[in-house]
């Protein structure tokens, strides 16, 4: 089922038959909308992250990316950790047996209930500021902790999807002068940083990690360096992340670390959209068709609050559309520059915009593809309907 040459064009999704055929199968039995999972591809995607050469370490998915108990199962099978940022995600996680340091909790703004019930099950916890961080050691002062890095000052920081997470615009994380007036503090056992999201170029991710690993040198106690997540999916198969590439550079960036402070340092990764991203799929049933200024507008039997993407990025969520016709007529050759629009009132109500489609007809099923990550997870209760159904093969 994995993405075979050609899948990119035009935004154009390919579906292979043995998924198209489970598909139709789906929306027979149980009706649509819903989210489709390929569980082979999840879990093919989280050995890129155990085979990295290096250890200790510990790669912990970031629940926000995708939170469903059988979704976290899967990743859990293949021996990854989890990564959190709020109590319910936490809960979340115990619930499923993830426990002590196969936690990691990172957040702002952390009030005292939260860091307790944090520090309660063991997670390794990562603190924002010199105060979160104070008061952490005023509640806990026999616990270590682990401080977020804002290493943006010392490199060229990039604008990633969703803003900057590093340098001056970003709000997160202790700046380089905070970070060395905690010089030799015998509590701080990691230093944690998370430099943007979607990030395909390999340069950046080092750039990056080769200055947190020379701050670990400040530090006499630490056990680990977490570099966060922001691993990038391609829009065309070229521009794909090597995984075996960096898993080899950042496995040497490791022993060099190692090396240099004498003792071996953990490697931690939080990996959320590349986990699954791409073997998820959104499939809704076509309703109504209008033609508008020359375009196709194709109403679909759900709304973007069901798949939330394309309405918290709608310049740039990336996320390739198929229409599969009712009658699995060979597919027509023309086609027609169109948008897929919900089934709410809300203006702003749209699946997908300005994309080639072949022309629609009722009945027909459209499938959006790279729907595993921040989708189904960011369904909003706003409009009023229902989260669409997951399934799994
Ligand atoms: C601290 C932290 N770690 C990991 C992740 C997962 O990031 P991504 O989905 O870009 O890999 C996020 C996402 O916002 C995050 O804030």
Not at 93 to 120: C, H, N, R, W
Not at 269 to 292: A, H, S, T
Request: some cysteine; overall charge negative.
């Amino acid at each position: 089922l994995k993405k075979s040459q050609g899948k990119y064009m035009q935004h154009s999704l390919l579906i292979a038959e043995p998924l198209e055929t489970k598909i139709r199968e789906l929306v027979r039995s149980q009706g649509s909308p819903f989210y489709l999972y390929d569980t082979a591809g999840i879990r093919q995607t989280c050995r890129k992250f155990t085979d990295i050469p290096y250890e200790p370490k510990s790669v912990h998915f970031a629940l926000m990316a995708n939170a469903a108990p059988q979704f976290i199962r899967i990743i859990k099978d293949t021996g990854l950790k989890v990564f959190v940022n709020s109590l319910l995600h936490l809960e979340t996680a115990l619930q499923l047996g993830f426990q002590g340091e196969e936690i990691v909790y990172a957040a702002s703004a952390m009030d005292v209930p939260t860091m307790t019930k944090a520090q309660s099950c063991g997670a390794l916890v990562v603190l924002d500021s010199p105060s979160q961080y104070e008061v952490w050691r005023r509640l806990f002062p026999n616990s270590g902790a682990s401080i977020r890095c804002n290493i943006g000052e010392l490199v060229q920081s990039k604008e990633t999807l969703a803003g900057y997470f590093i340098g001056r615009e970003s709000r997160l994380g202790f700046t380089i002068e905070e970070i060395k007036a905690l010089q030799s503090d015998p509590n701080i056992i990691g230093l944690h940083s998370y430099i943007g999201t979607n990030i395909l170029d390999i340069d950046y991710f080092f750039a990056c990690y080769n200055r947190i690993a020379e701050l670990a040198e400040l530090f006499p106690a630490l056990r680990f360096l977490d570099f966060g997540g922001g691993f990038g999916l391609a829009e065309e198969p070229s521009g794909e992340l090597d995984m075996q590439a960096y898993g080899l550079k950042v496995s040497a960036l490791m022993g060099n670390i190692s090396r240099r402070v004498g003792r071996q340092i953990k490697l931690l990764l939080e990996p959320g959209r590349i986990i699954g991203g791409e073997d998820g799929y959104f499939v809704c049933e076509v309703i109504d068709i209008k033609q508008r200024s020359g375009k196709q507008l194709i109403g679909v039997n759900a709304s973007c609050v069901q798949f939330p993407r394309p309405l918290f990025y709608p310049d740039s969520a990336y996320h390739p559309v198929a229409l599969l016709q009712r009658d699995a007529a060979p597919e027509k050759e023309e086609s027609l520059l169109s948008s897929v629009f919900g089934c709410s009132t809300y203006s702003r109500d749209f699946l997908s915009r300005d994309v080639l489609l072949p022309r629609a007809e009722v009945g027909d099923l459209v499938v959006l593809g790279y729907a595993g990550s921040y989708c189904a997870s960011s369904y909003t209760k706003f409009l009023g309907f229902a989260e669409a159904q997951e399934h799994y093969i």
